[in-house]
């Protein structure tokens, strides 16, 4: 069974940096795009982040040239590096394929605030 654990998440100052990570179980997850996505209080989820097996990216409008999302297939982790951060990036993040594949991780809070 496929396991997401994500990690790295924290109380931020807008402007602040975070790096999340997410360890994958399962080798197949190296063949598919990931994603990083976010959920905030009383919103749907959302793809904000997205990088296939060749490493191509691609971001949302709201994160673009603030994220940057990359994988290491060796050791089946994706990571996002998240900089210039505002109160409006505040969410729980999640990683998972995209689409996503089976369920979710327990994701991590990501707190930005003065």
Do not use: H
Request: overall charge positive; charged content about 15%.
């Amino acid at each position: 069974q496929v396991q997401l654990v994500e990690s790295g998440g924290g109380l931020v100052q807008p402007g602040g940096s975070l790096r999340l990570s997410c360890a994958v179980s399962g080798s197949i997850f190296r063949f598919y795009p990931m994603g990083w996505y976010r959920q905030a209080p009383g919103k749907v989820r959302e793809l904000v982040a997205r990088i296939t097996s060749g490493e191509i990216t691609n971001y949302a409008d709201s994160v673009k040239g603030r994220f940057t999302i990359s994988r290491d297939n060796t050791k089946n982790m994706v990571y996002l590096q998240m900089n210039s951060l505002k109160p409006e990036d505040t969410a729980v993040y999640y990683c998972n394929a995209d689409p996503p594949i089976g369920g979710w991780g327990q994701g991590t809070q990501v707190t930005v605030s003065s």
